[in-house]
Nanobody, 129 residues
Framework: KVSLAESGGGSVQSGGSLRLSCAVS????????MAWFRQAPGKEREGIAQ???????IHADSVKGRFTIPQATSERTLYLVMNSLKAEDTAMHYC???????????????????????WGQGTQVTVSS
C-alpha cells in the first residue's frame, strides 16, 4: 500500500524559511513524478514543484527562485525548501506521487493534480506579515 506523510509545516514570519518533508512508503516504480501542491482557503489546489525519476525539477512561477526541491530528495523522502516566505504562501501543503506505467507517459509541465493518484494528508504553512 502506498502512503505519503508530510511534516515540517508551521508558522513563520514573512521572509522566513521552512523545509517540508514527505515520507513515502510502498511506492516502488522505475519512472514516476512526485510533486508538492498547496491549497489556500477558497482557492484551487496549485501545483508548485515537481521532480521526476530523471531528477528533473520544475517550479511554478509563483515560487520560482524561492522554493526548491533539493537533490537530496529521493523516492522515499520528498523535500521542499521554502525561502523568502510571503503571507500569500499561507496554505495547506500536500505531497503527491504518480507512477508512470508506460513509456508514453511523462510528467506534466503544468503539475496537474488530476494526474496524481497518491496524496498525503497535508501540512499547514502559515506566514504572518
Amino acid at each position: 500500500k502506498v502512503s505519503l506523510a508530510e511534516s515540517g509545516g508551521g508558522s513563520v514570519q514573512s521572509g522566513g524559511s521552512l523545509r517540508l518533508s514527505c515520507a513515502v512508503s510502498g511506492f516502488i516504480y522505475a519512472r514516476y513524478c512526485m510533486a508538492w501542491f498547496r491549497q489556500a482557503p477558497g482557492k484551487e489546489r496549485e501545483g508548485i514543484a515537481q521532480i521526476d525519476s530523471t531528477r528533473s525539477t520544475i517550479h511554478a512561477d509563483s515560487v520560482k527562485g524561492r522554493f526548491t526541491i533539493p537533490q537530496a530528495t529521493s523516492e522515499r523522502t520528498l523535500y521542499l525548501v521554502m525561502n523568502s516566505l510571503k503571507a500569500e504562501d499561507t496554505a495547506m501543503h500536500y505531497c503527491a506521487a504518480r507512477p508512470l506505467l508506460s513509456t508514453t507517459e511523462y510528467c506534466s509541465a503544468s503539475i496537474d493534480s488530476r494526474l496524481f493518484p497518491y496524496w498525503g494528508q497535508g501540512t499547514q504553512v502559515t506566514v504572518s506579515s
